[in-house]
């Protein structure tokens, strides 16, 4: 998979088994460009292009774009709508559409039960689907996480998992990790096999299992 911006003088080729970390040393052009980049994450319009050997990639739907580590969090509203859309699914397939059907045919037979006590014609308009009972149920997403590392891998799972996403952008992510924490998260990418991209307004530290390209104030390539 590639990343490429028509600043750039050649496209950035990504790895899952790395970290690609890609450090732009001109502060205005990196404000520009990581802009930029948000906004196609967000669906909008843009230069920068995905590809995947000869395809084109949609960047919103494959690229999930964390400008601010201190306020990410997965839109919740559609969290939940996808989680929904995807646990009804589970109760329809092969494997539970027969426990499925036999659950809804006892609950019509209790409302029907219930509603026969009242001396006033009161009936049930339609059959009880599983999505009226799955948007009943009071489930949620568990955010236990602690620590920053933490949040990204838990983020980075729920991502991939219901929308997608394959590759994660932070901005400026490695000033706030220990040594220790960016090994811990390289360790994480690397083994779920999904590809972080770090964007950096300077060289900090570098380590062996790290993807880097250097973009001087000149916008050339070292």
Partial sequence: M???????????????????VIIIENGAIFFSLMNSLRQQADGKEGAFILSERTKELSVDKTLDFVGDVFSFSI???????KLLSRLSEKALNE???????ELMAEIEQYIAELISD???????????????????????????????????CDYAKLSFEFFG?????FVNLKQFLSDDDILELYK????????????????KNTFDDEHILIIDKDMCII
């Fill in 165 to 169: 996403k394959q590759i994660f952008a």
């Fill in 95 to 101: 494997e539970s559409f027969l426990r499925t059907s």
């Fill in 118 to 152: 009242f001396d006033v014609p009161i009936y049930l308009e339609s059959p009880i689907d599983i999505s009226m009972l799955l948007n009943a149920i009071p489930v949620s997403v568990s955010n236990s996480s602690a620590t920053l590392v933490e949040k990204i």
């Fill in 75 to 81: 839109n919740e509203r559609k969290l939940m709508t």
């Fill in 2 to 20: 590639t990343i490429f911006h028509p600043l750039f003088s050649e496209a950035f080729h990504l790895q899952d088994e790395r970290a690609n």
């Fill in 188 to 203: 994480f990418f690397r083994y779920e096999k999904l590809y972080l991209l770090l964007f950096e307004g300077y060289q």
